[in-house]
């Protein structure tokens, strides 16, 4: 091997042969010869290896797609969305994105806590507001399907395995009900990330980045406000906060009730997501049963370290942990008040 592909070859050797052929090229065509001094894996699941890279003496973010793809899982999508989204400054900065390889390069942002944003809770929801009317003032991202198509599309393949064995029919009757209730509109499709949980945004102590766009798509404008309000604004003064940062003007009856409505959809999709993922990791396993902690209790035992986050059992109780709120977020009083202003509006 001559001094060149030692600079790149050794670090890589920790990856998996197809990985390390596919980071190889990326960090050729983006580098050339310089030195990889330093990768470090951060995440490695079914969507993706990611890993920290050390090359001209700064960091890197190496990001490795897996080989699946699905309705959503398609990197000529969603690089597309990533990079329309950093050049509008709201992804980190892109150095190189192969689509068809799976590989992209980013600029590596040290993260701080979102507790630490100058300001509070109230501050920080005014700021995730205004990071999602950013967002949807981009031009516009390209369509999947209908959020409660691909919805009732993921459930449908949840129900075919054997996890659960036969205990979502619960939550198939409580999606119709919930699919009947919202007014979808495909006029109002605006530019969306999907999964803009707390671990998909950071904050480098003077403005927050939203990372990871393997979900972006064209969608309705009320998911990522639902996804903020659900993880970071669960409070009523926190999410009119955020709604206000948002509209630019107080929220009235109608936004709210479609906020509480798409949080249901969410809790859904992330179970269906969270539960194929687990059956990607473990294809015989089988649930007995449906039982699972509050979020409250579920995030309680990441803070007390009894789960670590990407295990296959944080995995496996959380995706329990989102199909019971959906369903106890259907079955509610606040759901059927919800679904009566939107009737009415």
């Given at each position: 091997m001559g001094a060149e592909g030692e600079r790149i070859?050794?670090?890589?050797?920790?990856?998996?042969?197809?990985?390390?052929?596919?980071?190889?090229?990326?960090?050729?065509?983006?580098?050339?010869?310089a030195r990889v001094a330093d990768v470090q894996p951060i995440v490695t699941g079914a969507s993706a290896s990611i890993h920290r890279i050390e090359v001209g003496g700064r960091p890197w973010i190496l990001r490795i797609e897996s080989s699946l793809r699905d309705e959503v899982r398609d990197p000529r999508r969603s690089y597309a969305c990533m990079r329309a989204a950093a050049e509008a400054g709201i992804a980190p900065p892109l150095l190189y994105a192969d689509p068809d390889a799976g590989v992209a390069i980013i600029t590596f942002v040290e993260s701080r806590p979102l507790d630490d944003y100058p300001g509070g809770p109230e501050a920080l929801a005014r700021a995730l507001g205004s990071l999602v009317t950013r967002l949807q003032a981009t031009e516009l991202f390209p369509p999947v399907a209908d959020y409660p198509s691909l919805l009732g599309g993921l459930l449908d393949r949840l129900q075919a395995t054997g996890l659960y064995r036969g205990l979502l029919d619960p939550h198939r009757d409580a999606f119709?009900?919930?699919?009947?209730?919202?007014?979808?509109?495909?006029?109002?499709?605006?530019s969306s990330h999907n999964d803009s949980h707390p671990g998909n945004i950071l904050f480098d102590g003077e403005r927050l980045w939203l990372i990871d766009w393997e979900t972006a798509f064209r969608n309705d404008p009320a998911v990522d406000l639902a996804l903020?309000?659900?993880?970071?604004?669960?409070?009523?003064?926190?999410?009119?906060?955020?709604?206000?940062?948002?509209?630019?003007r107080p929220s009235d009856s109608v936004l709210r009730a479609r906020v509480f409505l798409m949080r249901q959809f969410v809790k859904l999709f992330h179970g269906c997501a969270t539960g194929l993922y687990v059956l990607e990791r473990k294809p015989d396993?089988?649930?007995?049963?449906?039982?699972?902690?509050?979020?409250?209790?579920?995030?309680?035992?990441f803070r007390e370290g009894r789960l670590t986050s990407n295990s296959f059992e944080a995995q496996r109780i959380g995706a329990r942990v989102a199909l019971r709120s959906f369903l106890e977020g259907v079955r509610s009083p606040a759901f059927d008040e919800a679904a009566a202003v939107l009737r009415a509006g």
């Amino acid at each position: 091997m001559g001094a060149e592909g030692e600079r790149i070859d050794e670090p890589l050797a920790a990856l998996s042969p197809d990985h390390r052929a596919r980071a190889r090229q990326a960090l050729i065509a983006a580098f050339g010869s310089a030195r990889v001094a330093d990768v470090q894996p951060i995440v490695t699941g079914a969507s993706a290896s990611i890993h920290r890279i050390e090359v001209g003496g700064r960091p890197w973010i190496l990001r490795i797609e897996s080989s699946l793809r699905d309705e959503v899982r398609d990197p000529r999508r969603s690089y597309a969305c990533m990079r329309a989204a950093a050049e509008a400054g709201i992804a980190p900065p892109l150095l190189y994105a192969d689509p068809d390889a799976g590989v992209a390069i980013i600029t590596f942002v040290e993260s701080r806590p979102l507790d630490d944003y100058p300001g509070g809770p109230e501050a920080l929801a005014r700021a995730l507001g205004s990071l999602v009317t950013r967002l949807q003032a981009t031009e516009l991202f390209p369509p999947v399907a209908d959020y409660p198509s691909l919805l009732g599309g993921l459930l449908d393949r949840l129900q075919a395995t054997g996890l659960y064995r036969g205990l979502l029919d619960p939550h198939r009757d409580a999606f119709e009900r919930l699919r009947a209730a919202y007014p979808w509109d495909a006029s109002r499709l605006v530019s969306s990330h999907n999964d803009s949980h707390p671990g998909n945004i950071l904050f480098d102590g003077e403005r927050l980045w939203l990372i990871d766009w393997e979900t972006a798509f064209r969608n309705d404008p009320a998911v990522d406000l639902a996804l903020m309000t659900l993880y970071r604004a669960g409070t009523p003064d926190l999410q009119e906060a955020l709604l206000t940062a948002w509209r630019g003007r107080p929220s009235d009856s109608v936004l709210r009730a479609r906020v509480f409505l798409m949080r249901q959809f969410v809790k859904l999709f992330h179970g269906c997501a969270t539960g194929l993922y687990v059956l990607e990791r473990k294809p015989d396993f089988a649930e007995t049963d449906m039982t699972a902690p509050s979020p409250a209790e579920f995030s309680a035992a990441f803070r007390e370290g009894r789960l670590t986050s990407n295990s296959f059992e944080a995995q496996r109780i959380g995706a329990r942990v989102a199909l019971r709120s959906f369903l106890e977020g259907v079955r509610s009083p606040a759901f059927d008040e919800a679904a009566a202003v939107l009737r009415a509006g």
